[in-house]
């Protein structure tokens, strides 16, 4: 059943999932919920304050980094309104207006992040296959300039899709599947046609992450080639031993992802909601966590640069 006239989005609204079988205990989930959003917020911020403020990281591979910790921020900060309605007020109705908003942001900065993940791998490329000419291609300009394609990309993309989404009418049974709103959650819901809809987000699913996906598959192919061709076993550690943060953080964004994917269009047996919901919030809120500390772990100059800060007397 649809609602009438509902084309105007202040007039209508959603309602947000709890997570299932725990709707009776907030106090217990916000912990976990609201300690991801505080390590995502500290690790992040430590991490583009240490690129900024030391000059010697100034180079392509850190300025990605400081990127990516800026979409991580970004995607932390996308999903914080509804979680703290949901956990920390028990409010969880959500107005479409509000709603179409932040599955814009959502999308927005999960494809930003795809895409620097993807300028990363070609860093590393670079480096390992070119590194006599790695400073003349990768120039501080040029990161710049890639960086702000990658901004423009994701923001042209995606900014048509609230503008449809106010255009179709919704059903009264208007409850989603998680604490945030995402494009293909809300188009389940519509009662009118979502062909338009439905084509450009594909488009769009096709042209950013799976594009994004195989060209840095690609690229570590042509790394792998590279490394294996080095008589030096030794040699062959230390260079591979550069694409190992960004490894984990490939594998940290993409494998939540290319999971649900495949149980939604594979799964022969439809699995409990949890199972779902789990990937997704595995896919939207654990990268931002992880990934700074991946970056503390693997990487000596930001390890070094953190254990300054912590201890400074000792250093």
Request: hydrophobic share 50%; aromatic share 10%; with cysteine.
């Amino acid at each position: 059943m649809a609602i009438p006239n509902n084309n105007n989005a202040s007039s209508f609204f959603f309602i947000l999932m709890d997570v299932p079988g725990l709707e009776a205990s907030h106090c217990w989930t916000a912990i976990p919920v609201c300690s991801i959003y505080v390590l995502s917020l500290l690790g992040n911020i430590t991490i583009m304050y240490i690129v900024k403020s030391v000059p010697n990281l100034h180079t392509p591979m850190y300025l990605f980094l400081s990127v990516l910790s800026t979409a991580d921020l970004g995607l932390s900060a996308s999903t914080l309104p509804s979680m703290a309605a949901v956990f920390l007020l028990g409010q969880r109705k959500v107005g479409a207006a509000t709603c179409f908003l932040q599955l814009f942001f959502i999308h927005t900065f999960s494809v930003i992040e795809s895409a620097v993940l993807l300028a990363m791998a070609f860093d590393r490329c670079v480096a390992i296959r070119e590194p006599l000419r790695y400073a003349t291609i990768l120039t501080t300009k040029r990161v710049g300039a890639l960086g702000l394609a990658i901004v423009i990309r994701s923001v042209a993309l995606h900014l048509p899709l609230p503008v449809l989404l106010v255009r179709l009418q919704f059903q009264l049974l208007n409850a989603l599947s998680h604490f945030y709103c995402v494009h293909p959650d809300v188009l389940r819901l519509a009662s009118s046609s979502t062909l338009v809809n439905s084509g450009l987000g594909l488009f769009i699913m096709l042209s950013t992450l799976g594009m994004d996906a195989v060209l840095i598959l690609l690229s570590y192919v042509l790394i792998l080639k590279t490394v294996l061709s080095i008589a030096s076993n030794v040699e062959q550690l230390k260079a591979f031993n550069t694409c190992v943060s960004h490894i984990c953080a490939v594998l940290l964004f993409y494998t939540p992802l290319v999971s649900l994917s495949m149980i939604h269009r594979f799964g022969k047996k439809k699995l409990p909601a949890q199972v779902y919901m789990l990937l997704s919030y595995l896919h939207f809120l654990i990268p931002p966590v992880l990934n700074p500390i991946v970056y503390s772990v693997k990487t000596k100059e930001i390890r070094a640069r953190i254990l300054k800060l912590v201890y400074p007397k000792k250093h």
